[in-house]
């Protein structure tokens, strides 16, 4: 795949994304004509911004140009410095119809409407209180010719006008010139419609109405030529004077002229009033703007070509597929239920129930994975737009940045990629733009001049982590606590240790930018990317060293997920552990168990001496035996550690669905959630990492790192 | 719904101002709970334990295909425990919380009834008690002579879970 077609796809998503950003701005102002309310500013202002950010990734100037004055016209309303009116909430609609042209013009390659994004930049600026004394340029064009031209003229005209019927399809659009008409003097048009067929034989893009239009106005006649410059070829025109004189009969000119852009910019008002119902009406309502758009400007050319990524995927509701899901679940628990009981049946009957059984498991359990798969997709789809941000990051930033990405491969829940995209984008911008030095200042300190920039993505239990490292500057903590009590987010006597620090830039509103650009710095960023993480239940923690860099790690629940697990028995209580943690399970010989100062036990598993947890220690559960030999010895393995874990028995091996413990409770520490077993009874899943680090706790890490 | 005690108004002012509970009894007490918020009461049945949790949390237990933890009243507000009997029941609640809405059983001695309480009636605590921690208690009401105490179980919820996370286990 060549790099082109990869942006090609990734900017696809953008232009998606924006589409989506514009809905949700449109929706919040729409409703903020209600209420005023701070959150739905902020939610018009996040879409706002990503747009921006989006399109300046994806080298679309104009539109992150224009979005800017859209988002500074935002953020003073968020900031409660500009009062937020009907006006600008009307500017700010039309800006955003506007943007949503320009995105469709950019998708689909075509000139963008400079004329409208001018004048509503210039509304823009005038609501922001810049002067404003440029209006648009066809307008002003306009005026200044009205001017120019002031000879003899009659009392009015009556005009004759009858276009070709391919009228619409040269782009022109009738009622433009009426409006222009109207400009000059009282303009009243008499549609006349005897050309018009039947609705079968009606072709919608054909003109085939004429007009006469009687105009009360002392103008020259070359005004109205001036008007009917770009279609003289393509209709029959007719001027008489209405005062006396002759009827002058309008030679057709020579080559019809096309002004795309002013076109554009008059269509874009007349349309909602065009008289030509049959092709207007449909363009107004026309929800994609790309294909309408393609229409007008590209005569005769091909048609817009339809956003081809539809083809071959369809958009279901997520419900309905969270519905599934969860059905599959049951079943499969159903399935083991079954089992258990098959267990208990009449011998001669037995024969025929086990088939079923296993038939009924083999297809359950290819069901609950392929409609898992429905979900899942590769977290590379998050990743692979950022070689390019950090390219172009670094070129503006004039930064040397390497990029190096791990774990593409890692499976995430789509709707967990969805929304941890954005918090990447911006966790990437920050670390370029805050945590990397300029290769000057990196010689300066000694590191080579090229920095780098670490995405890493695995599995750590029963949750993902992504990792975004820098070998930058780290976080400047002086700076942070003291803007943090700046804006009173500390309190001034209170002692926040250095890791408490670092984490206050996810507080809301927190920016140390000294300039506010379209990179980052507006403060959006960090509180979103923590809410966001959040909501998917997910946390996110940030640790910096100053001089060396800053690790923003990023831990989401594998939700919805189900797990190969091994059922083991402490006592009366069942546990399940990953089969991806089990490196192997022994018995225990006495002569290789050793105490080490005190009562914490190391094994000897060949070279290496493993410390043992015992589990009913761990989760105080009365077990069948404390001594390890009459137990086995499940070794573990998680983050490059390695511990053996004491239990009395293994049961079986089976797929689990995990179910959260926190939805309803909360994490628990050597916990990663829990399932439902076949008898229905609830069986807890053992966090493998976190059973490691809470052993750690208790003081058996510290002989871990010996034995290791 | 049945309720022990109509009040004397018109059906309007008693949906205006009055709210239903349910009440069940603690040692002795009868405690009531908005029963908007009441999913369902189901008998005592065996819980999976949870390591590292306070005791009043007595486990989790599978309520449809949701893990839905257990709390046991009497523990939680310091009282003392006695054997499960046959009235021993488990009230599956709704609270709400900063991640959003949470189903929680609480184990109680028994139901008991399902009064209209008419806000006006109701008493705020005073300022000492003896053995509830007070800022769980919404209100106290007197309805048949006899004292109701109103809880809180956003609250009283809230305080139990999110309050006593594990140390290390989240950064605020």
Known sequence: ???????????????????????????????????????????????????????????????????????????????????????????????????????????????????????????????????????????AAGDEAAGTHAASEPGGWRVRFEPVADLLRLRNEPTRMFAELRRLGTMVAHADTSRLPLLDALDPESCYVSWNIDITAQIPRGKLDEVFDWVDSGCRL??????????????????????????????????????????????????????????????????AQKASGDSGSIRVATEKVDNIINLVGELLITQSMLSSFADGIDPNDLDRLRQGLSQLARNTRELQESVMQIRMLPISFAFNRFPRIVHDLSRKLAKKVELKLSGEGTELDKTVLEKISDPLVHLVRNALDHGLETPERRVAAGKHETGTLELAAFHEGGNIIIEVRDDGAGLNKAKILQKARERALVAPDQDLTDEQIDNLIFMPGFSTAEQISDVSGRGVGMDVVRRNINDLGGHVQIASKEGLGSTIRIRLPLTLAI??????????????????????????????VNTLVGHTEVFRLRDEYLPVVKLCDQFGVEPDSRSAEDGLLVVLEADGKRVGVLVDDLLAQQQVVIKSLESNFKSVAGIAGATILGDGTVALIIDAPGLISSAAKQGVGAVAAHAA | MSTAKPTAGADKSAAESSEQYLTFMLAGEEYGVDILRVQEIKGWDKVTRIPHTPDYVLGVINLRGAVVPILDLRRRFGLETIAFGPTTVVIVVRVMSGRGERTVGMVVDAVSEVYNVDAADTKPPPDVCGTVDTVFVKALVTIEEKMLILLDIDRLIGNSIADELVPGAAVA
């Open chain 1, 563 to 592: 797990l190969d697990g091994q059922l083991v028995r402490v006592g009366k209580e069942i546990y399940i552990i990953s089969l991806l943690a089990i490196v192997e399970t022994i018995q225990v010989a006495r002569e290789r």
């Open chain 1, 238 to 303: 007719e001027f008489t004077p209405t005062g006396g004189s002759a009827p002058v009969a309008a030679a057709p000119g020579a080559a019809a002229q096309p002004q795309a852009a002013a076109g554009d910019a008059w269509s874009a008002e007349t349309k909602a009033v065009s008289p030509n119902e049959t092709k207007t009406v449909a363009l107004a309502e026309a929800k994609a703007a790309a294909p309408a758009d393609a229409d007008r400007s590209a005569p005769g050319g091909a048609p």
């Open chain 1, 1 to 139: 795949m060549t790099i082109d077609l990869e942006m090609a796809e990734i900017a696809k998503v953008f232009f998606q994304e924006s589409r989506e950003g514009l809905d949700v701005m449109e929706s919040g102002l729409l409703s903020l004509g209600a209420t005023a309310d701070r959150e739905n500013i902020n939610t018009i202002f996040r879409a706002a911004h990503s747009i921006k950010g989006g399109s300046a990734t994806f080298g679309f100037a104009e539109v992150a140009g224009f979005t800017h004055g859209v988002e500074t016209l935002l953020d003073e309303m968020r900031n409660g410095v500009r009062p937020v009116t009907a006006e600008a909430i009307q500017t700010l609609l039309q800006a955003c119809d506007c943007l949503r042209e320009m995105i469709a013009a950019t998708e689909a390659e075509q000139p963008l409407d400079q004329v409208r994004i001018a004048s509503l930049n210039g509304d823009i600026k005038h609501i922001l209180g810049e002067a404003n004394e440029a209006p648009a340029p066809a307008r």
